[in-house]
């Protein structure tokens, strides 16, 4: 099959072309579905943020007061103040590894999120080129259908005068009926498509929506920059290092402790105040039966996201060649109707010079007239087509956030 991607250097300017279209002020979303990915990013980051120091125990306080009486009659009253704190400062690389978990599933879920706006906008792009790809289509089945008609009034004249016989006039009639039909079924494609963008849009009209032209994303820029394959990458990270914090668990932990407070203590017999204070250091390590268990488990788990990812590599390699291929089919189309145009074209120049003879009728002329512009209309269509593509893959990679 014919190369039909962008050598590499070509596309480095490409965000920078699409950027004045493809800018977060002008995308093609709503005001609210901008904004819930917006407040999403914001909910993963302090997220992220807090899984870092996660590792960070509080500082806790507390506030006494105790009244007691016992059997001899006396009553007393303790008031106390204190903090105290209980930290981890080793858990056989635990600490690091927690950090590293909560940054990477961070990437892997900020990843999620562009993901979830891609397809948005994927949807949105797509509807847009479908838009103007059935508009050219309605005008196109209008025109068909108008041949249809003609020769439908021919046969049916020649059908009267007995120069043509009722089955030829019953298949006429019948494409005739079949182009009406395709005009409805246009029509209704076309209506369901703008009522879904309109929702995508919100208050903004369809028509505001512009549609730049999306090149094709080369094979290896596509892999490499593919949003699953990269938010793949995140999350295998994030299961090795989950691996390693569980695996940490069960290894030694040195924690320090300190505590420090104030007691007051007034009774009939005794009174006394004071501070307090305790400090010290604990050597731990758990025996747990499960504990092989626990770490193995935790281990498969990253080795299934990395299976995972190989699997959907091949998975988008072969949806690549499939959209590619289907692309080259279009343009071979286009190259159908490029030859169509030139045949109608002499066939129309030639009619032409008849009807000013006297020798055919002005119906012939209107009908290749018509099949001439049912062709060029078909280039224009074939163009949508092969846009249609291009988005979906363009909208697969993180070319589009990299303005």
Do not use: C
Request: glycine fraction near 6%.
């Amino acid at each position: 099959m014919k190369d039909r991607t962008l050598p590499l250097h070509r596309l480095w300017p490409l965000p920078f072309l699409l950027g004045a279209l493809l800018g977060a002020e002008t995308l093609p979303l709503s005001e609210q579905k901008q904004e819930l990915l917006k407040l999403k990013r914001e909910q993963v980051k302090e997220q992220t943020g807090t899984g870092k120091t996660s590792w960070v125990a509080p500082l806790m306080l507390s506030l006494s007061y105790t009244r007691s009486r016992d059997a001899a009659g006396s009553e007393g009253g303790l008031a106390s103040a204190g903090v105290s704190w209980d930290q981890d400062v080793f858990r056989s690389g635990g600490i690091y590894y927690t950090v590293e978990q909560a940054d990477a599933s961070g990437k892997a879920n900020l990843l999620a999120v562009d993901l979830e706006e891609a397809a948005y906008l994927k949807q949105a792009y797509t509807l847009k080129a479908q838009v103007e790809r059935d508009r050219l289509k309605l005008q196109q089945s209008e025109l068909t259908l108008a041949n249809r008609d003609i020769d439908l009034m021919i046969t049916r004249a020649k059908y009267k005068v007995g120069s043509a016989d009722i089955s030829e006039l019953n298949r006429v009639t019948i494409d005739r009926d079949s182009a009406r039909s395709d005009v409805i079924v246009v029509r209704n494609s076309l209506r369901s498509e703008a009522f879904e963008l309109q929702k995508l849009l919100g208050s903004r009209g369809v028509d505001t929506v512009a549609l730049p032209e999306f090149p094709l994303v080369p094979r290896d820029v596509y892999l490499q920059s593919s949003i699953e394959l990269l938010q793949y990458t995140a999350q295998r990270r994030a299961d090795t290092a989950a691996w390693k914090v569980t695996r940490s668990a069960y290894l030694p932990t040195l924690s320090v402790n300190a505590g420090y407070g104030y007691n007051d203590y007034r009774g009939d017999s005794l009174d006394y105040h004071g501070d307090r204070y305790s400090y010290g250091a604990v050597l731990s390590m758990p025996l747990d039966i499960n504990s092989r268990g626990t770490v193995e488990a935790s281990r498969l788990q990253s080795l299934q996201t990395q299976t995972a990812q190989i699997d959907r590599k091949m998975e988008l390699e072969q949806e690549y060649d499939m959209r590619a291929a289907t692309i080259g089919d279009y343009e071979e189309k286009i190259g159908v109707a490029e030859e169509m145009i030139a045949m109608y074209d002499d066939l129309y120049t030639f009619t032409k010079s008849q009807v000013k003879a006297g020798y055919t009728s002005s119906y012939d002329l209107e009908s290749l007239g018509n099949s001439v512009q049912i062709q060029k209309l078909e280039k224009q269509i074939q163009h949508y087509n092969i846009q249609i593509e291009r988005i979906a893959l363009y909208f697969d990679t993180r070319i589009y956030k990299e303005q």
